[in-house]
Structure formats: structure tokens, C-alpha cells
């Protein structure tokens, strides 16, 4: 009973969020925001956005095919239409609890390709280590050559004594849970520990692998994807047609942030993305209008692409 309270409120916490978010922009528009925000719906140049959801897909592609190289590496063999439909269920579940996509795709392969839960789940975890890393990058290489308006988006948004202060929560509760991790004896702590050693070869996997130039090559291509999908997207509007290079960049780390520590970026990425795009002379309708047209897109491909593979797994596995 209390483990179904936790998940719906880990479910409904995030939506509500997410509601609030989308009342409080749109309480500050007027009738005639409104109605050009509605415009710009109708008006956009829809080639470019299902261009972009293609890209999309192909980024799918590419990450399925990825994951066979740590794979293969353990001396487990997946085949790509269970790993390709795996991250396609893992997208979706995400839209729900938080972070249940990488359980699923770690049990799919699990149930149809008899790989350890532990290793499966080891592989996915070092995946997503990976891709924290090539946002930070992505993060500092925008601050690099937006440094001023970064600056100027923080400090307006967010202010300097609470960004002082978590980061010094941020840091006690980091040492707090290594302390933790290292010297207690809880029941809870050890039980931690033992599934942290199940992991531990999945994770080691990327290191020693063979083919670690192959991995991170599909790796940069998947970034490159997204990239790529982010600048076919600006083409939808008129307005954000001409967006620069670096306006482009700077937009898509924050939309990826947003996407990262939340269930999928709603309400959060057309916010933050109408936020920036301020500093880029941008209106605020415009960039609300930019934002949902790309959210929107982007989560009917992970509708459509979800439910179509959890139907078709238990059928093309049928043997």
C-alpha cells in the first residue's frame, strides 16, 4: 500500500509541477498573446518539425545500436529490434515515474534475451553517466561562448544567494552520503552496497571494451542528433528561423536540462526555452509557441514509438 502511494506520488508530483508551471506563464500573456501564440500554431511550417522528429528517431536508432557494444563486451547478445524497442519503452515509462525507464529496458532484455538484470542494468547506468558528462560539456562549452547572456539568464532567473546556498547543501549532502556509504552498517546501506557490486561489471564494461571508439562515435552521433533536431525545429517559425548558432546551443542545453530533472520536460522546456530566447530578442509568445511546438513533437514520437514497441515485443519474441 505505501510502496503504490510513493509511485503515484512520484507520478503526480512532477504533473502537478509541470501544471503549475504552464498556469503561471500563460497567466502572464494577454488575450492577444494568446491569440498570436495560437497563430503561430497553425501558421508554423510543419515539414521542418516532422524533419526534426525523424532526426529524432534516428537518434533512437543510433542509441539501440550502442548499447550492444557494452553488451557484447559482458558476452551478452541482444538483438538490435529488442534493444531498439527497449529505449523505446524506457522513453516512455519515463514519461511516468521518474527514471523507470532504465529498469524497464534493463528487465526487457532481461525476459527476452536472458541478460542479468544487474549487468543489463549496470550497461544502461554507465549510458546514462556518459550522457551526463556530454551535457556537462555541452554546459561549459555554452557558457564559454554565450558567458554573458548565461550569466545574465542565471542571475535574472535565480538569485545569487540561493544559487550560494545550493550549491552548499549540494555539497553537505554529497559528503553526507559518501560518510554514509562508507562507514554505516544499516540494513538499508549494506543491501545499497550489495546492488552496487552487482553493478559495478556492467559499469566497468565501458572502460575495458574493445571497441570504445565505435561506442563513443555512436555516442557523438547521438548528440549530434539532438543538436540537429533542435536546429531543423527553428525553421518551423519565421521568428526563430535566423536563431544563431550559439542562440541555438544555448537554448537546446537548457531545454536538455529541463528534460533531465524532470518526468519529461512538461512545462518546464517551453518555459525555459520562451525564458532564454528572451535574450535573443525573441518574444515571449514566440518562444512559448517554439518550445510546445518542439516538446509536443518530440513526446508523440516517444508516445507513438512506446506503446508500438510494447505491443510488438511480446510478438516478434514469440519463439
Known amino acids: 500500500m505505501k510502496s503504490t502511494i510513493r ?15 504552464v498556469f503561471y506563464q ?14 503561430y500554431f497553425k501558421n508554423a511550417q510543419y515539414f521542418y518539425v516532422f524533419l526534426a522528429v525523424f532526426v529524432g528517431f534516428l537518434g533512437n536508432t543510433i542509441r539501440a ?22 529505449v523505446n519503452v524506457g522513453y516512455l515509462l519515463n514519461l511516468t515515474l521518474p527514471k523507470s525507464g532504465e529498469i524497464s529496458r534493463a528487465v526487457i532484455v532481461k525476459k527476452y534475451n536472458k541478460i542479468p538484470f544487474d549487468k543489463g542494468f549496470g ?8 550522457d551526463m558528462l556530454f551535457l556537462l560539456l555541452f554546459m561549459v562549452l555554452t557558457i ?3 558567458y554573458d547572456i548565461v550569466k545574465a539568464f542565471i542571475l535574472d532567473k535565480i538569485p545569487l544567494h540561493f544559487i550560494v546556498l545550493l550549491l552548499f547543501v549540494g555539497i553537505i549532502c554529497f559528503v553526507g552520503f559518501i560518510l554514509l556509504y562508507k562507514y554505516s552498517k544499516l540494513k538499508i546501506v549494506v543491501l545499497f552496497k550489495e546492488k552496487i557490486a552487482g553493478l559495478k561489471e556492467g559499469l566497468m564494461s565501458i572502460i575495458h571494451m574493445k571497441k570504445k571508439g565505435l561506442y563513443f562515435f555512436h555516442t557523438l552521433l547521438i548528440w549530434f542528433s539532438y543538436i540537429v533536431t533542435y536546429l531543423i525545429a527553428t525553421k518551423a517559425l519565421p521568428e526563430t528561423t535566423n536563431l544563431s548558432m550559439g542562440a541555438s546551443i544555448t537554448a537546446f542545453v537548457v531545454g536538455s536540462i529541463a528534460i533531465s530533472f524532470t518526468n519529461s520536460g512538461f512545462g518546464a522546456f517551453p518555459f525555459l526555452t520562451s525564458k532564454v530566447l528572451l535574450f535573443y530578442a525573441i518574444a515571449e509568445p514566440v518562444g512559448a509557441a ?13 508516445l507513438l514509438l512506446g506503446l508500438l514497441s510494447f505491443l510488438l515485443l511480446p510478438i516478434l519474441n514469440r519463439k
Open 65 to 86: 545500436y550502442r548499447w550492444k557494444y557494452m553488451l557484447d563486451h559482458l558476452g551478452y547478445h541482444s538483438t538490435f529490434k529488442n534493444n531498439f524497442m527497449a
Open 123 to 130: 550497461t544502461i547506468v554507465a549510458e546514462r553517466i556518459i
Open 144 to 146: 564559454a561562448i554565450q
Open 290 to 302: 517554439f518550445g510546445w511546438i518542439i516538446w509536443t513533437s518530440q513526446m508523440l514520437l516517444v
Open 26 to 39: 500563460y497567466q502572464q500573456f494577454t488575450k492577444e498573446q494568446l491569440t498570436e501564440i495560437e497563430g
Open 7 to 21: 509511485k503515484w506520488i512520484s507520478i503526480l508530483i512532477p504533473v502537478f509541477i509541470g501544471l503549475g508551471i
